[in-house]
């Protein structure tokens, strides 16, 4: 490892100043955004293209940081707002229109309001702002929730609003994801509504991917880096099959000696809270998660499987219970109770924030147990999921 001065631009969610290579791509998104005062009619979104690690979500939230700096410019777009939203880990409509409000009403929970009346809540909200807004919708794939609705609000506000208010603030939409994702979302837009042409990102050849690795690494280290730390992270990032998030998750690897977790989804919420999780187990909560959020007894067959892979015993199934309990507390995942199973109800765990996400950092030895076995081998293969914040901790 090495000593990191800046660590919280190894995040995922670190936005850097400059997009190297991608400069021109940001232009073109805020040229088709035309703010503050577009030529053409509204609606005024844009999709921004391209492969996973191509810098889609970097151009997205950088031209939407542009309109905000020309919105605030102009007399009355002071208060100017931004709402960007990975949809990736929303559990459909319902969970992006959610997720939207709560950026505007932190303490709202959603459970047990139907999508219009979430969408409802957050059209009157920013009506009575009166001030314009820049939503992103960010990492759209092919197994992304269904966007039609919330554009759909936004598109026609007077259905949702109450009576006696109409219309909203101007506001602008950047949508960034993947080919397939994006042209799902197509086929599915209301009327008045049109995506394409899309902005298309290709991906990175192997020298901008080092220069966005060099920048990082100083960025983090106060410092230049090494040039073979620099090589090493691109040569594994390109075997891998490329891209900048790839390269970025094994630079904060290199850096910070955390291992990178399997699958996707919410930054947590406490910041000051680290607790042990075994690495098959947050692989086995991975890959249960692809489609609708998986029942626990899903996560136990994973779970299972990877533990005799590496050769060790699967976990009893209350301490497994327990290790969900630890990640719902951090505000990774949630535990929903439904009907159905032999006792009339199943437990479905449902994620709130990408794993690839997590932040993770070896374990210290310790000298008690834990989960049933010696802690000198809990220590080498249970990484330290930490709840937020930089730099990595370990628990005491």
């Given amino acids: 490892m090495f000593p990191v001065a800046n660590p919280e631009v190894l995040s995922n969610d670190w936005l850097p100043p400059v997009p190297i290579a991608r400069e021109g791509d940001v232009l073109e998104v805020v040229r088709r955004l035309d703010p503050p005062a577009p030529v053409a009619p509204p609606p005024w979104i844009v999709a921004v293209e391209g492969g996973p690690g191509s810098g889609t979500s970097t151009v997205a939230r950088r031209a939407a940081r ?27 409509p319902h969970g992006v229109a959610s997720s939207l409000l709560r950026l505007l009403d932190d303490g709202f929970d959603g459970r047990g309001f139907p999508v219009p009346e979430i969408l409802a809540g957050l059209l009157r909200r920013l009506r009575r702002a009166h001030e314009p807004f820049v939503v992103v919708l960010d990492d759209v794939a092919v197994g992304a929730p269904d966007l039609g609705p919330i554009l759909r609000a ?21 949508v960034a994801g993947t080919p397939d994702g994006l042209e799902r979302l197509s086929r599915g837009l209301p009327s008045g509504v049109e995506l394409r042409p899309f902005v298309e990102l290709r991906g990175y050849p192997p020298a901008v991917l080092e ?84 029942r626990l007894g899903d996560v136990r067959r994973w779970e299972v499987e990877l533990a005799r892979r590496q050769g060790v015993e699967p976990l009893p199934t209350t301490t497994l219970w327990r290790r969900i309990v ?31 996400e997590w932040v993770t950092a070896p374990c210290p030895p310790q000298t008690r147990r834990d989960g049933g076995r010696p802690a000198e081998a809990a220590a080498s293969t249970a990484p330290v999921v930490r709840a937020g914040g930089w730099p990595p901790v370990a628990a005491g």
């Fill in 154 to 174: 936004l598109v026609e506000p007077d259905r949702f609003l109450p009576e006696g208010e109409h219309g909203l603030p101007p506001w602008w939409t950047v």
């Fill in 211 to 294: 220069a966005i690795v060099r920048d990082r690494a100083a960025r983090a280290l106060g410092r230049p880096p090494p040039p073979a730390l620099v090589a090493r992270t691109v040569e594994t990032a390109l075997e891998d099959g490329g891209g900048s998030r790839r390269a970025i998750d094994v630079l904060r690897r290199e850096l910070l000696g955390g291992g990178r977790a399997y699958g996707p989804g919410f930054l947590p919420r406490d910041g000051n809270t680290a607790i042990r999780i075994e690495p098959w187990v947050v692989d086995a909560i991975g890959r249960a998660s692809h489609g609708p959020p998986p």
């Fill in 326 to 356: 630890r990640l719902e507390q951090a505000g990774y995942l949630r535990r929903e109770i439904r009907t159905g199973g032999s006792g009339g109800t199943r437990s479905v765990v449902r994620l709130l924030m990408p794993i690839d």
């Fill in 66 to 92: 542009e309109v905000l700096e020309r919105l605030r410019r102009t007399p009355g777009g002071g208060g100017a707002r931004l709402l960007h939203l990975r949809v990736a880990g929303a559990r459909g």
